[in-house]
């Protein structure tokens, strides 16, 4: 079993809808998620990180963490055609530990 | 600011030849990381330095040798190229407080 698990997609998503990408987690002892955009040919881009329960907002942006069911998603609002790119989920199994296990990601295309 | 840094840009090997990977980074960050992706299994740590002068492996580091030279710089080196370490090379840098990374452009080597 993959320790981060994403669907690969592809996610296509009208431009101006709520794109929705969901990210699971084996090990239950895990701390600190992130969010990473990647453009074709580009480096991750940190986009969104979260600590604890709950949602939490930047901008068009929302990260929303479930401990208990061990999930991580990110809600994109207004869909832009520049969102489409590879999102990567990553996961830390304790605070301070640095170490990021990275899921496979999921391409999302915004349709014009 | 430049961030993390990363030469060359791109490379090609043949079987057997060895080359050094260049990294840097101007973000005063204890902890730096070389990762590897390949289509399909997304970013997998290689090495990794939590500060100046101590060195890790990774999930991936047969092949593989790094140095951390000072904060700013940490090389890795592949002795003795194969085919199956044809792959994009990002490095990355982190903030010990948060666990945030940060990638540079990444690396693109083939070996033939």
């Known amino acids: 079993q993959k320790e981060v698990e994403q669907n690969s997609g592809p996610l296509s998503v009208p431009e101006g809808a709520i794109a929705s990408l969901n990210c699971t987690y084996s090990d239950r002892g895990s701390q600190s998620f992130f969010w990473y955009r990647q453009y074709s040919g580009k480096s991750p881009e940190l986009i969104m990180f979260?600590?604890?329960?709950g949602d939490k907002e930047d901008g068009r942006f929302t990260a929303q963490l479930n401990k208990a069911s061990q999930y991580v998603s990110l809600l994109i609002r207004d869909s832009q055609p520049s969102d489409s790119a590879t999102y990567l989920c990553a996961v830390t199994h304790h605070f301070g530990n640095e170490k990021l296990t990275f899921g496979t990601g999921t391409r999302l295309t915004i349709i014009p | 600011n430049a961030g993390v840094t990363q030469t060359p840009k791109f490379q090609v090997l043949k079987t057997g030849q060895s080359m050094t990977l260049q990294c840097a980074q101007d973000m005063n960050h204890n902890s730096m990381y070389w990762y590897r992706q390949d289509p399909g299994m997304g970013l997998r740590l290689i090495y990794y330095?939590?500060?100046?002068?101590?060195?890790d492996k990774g999930e991936v580091p047969n092949g593989y040798n790094v140095s951390r030279l000072n904060k700013r710089e940490f090389s890795l080196r592949l002795e003795s190229a194969a085919p199956s370490q044809t792959s994009v090379y990002f490095c990355?840098?982190?903030?010990?407080?948060?666990?945030?990374?940060?990638f540079g452009p990444g690396t693109r080597l083939t070996v033939l």
């Open positions: 330095s939590a500060s100046e002068g101590t060195t």
């Open positions: 990355a840098s982190g903030s010990r407080g948060t666990d945030t990374q940060y």
């Open positions: 979260i600590y604890s329960n």
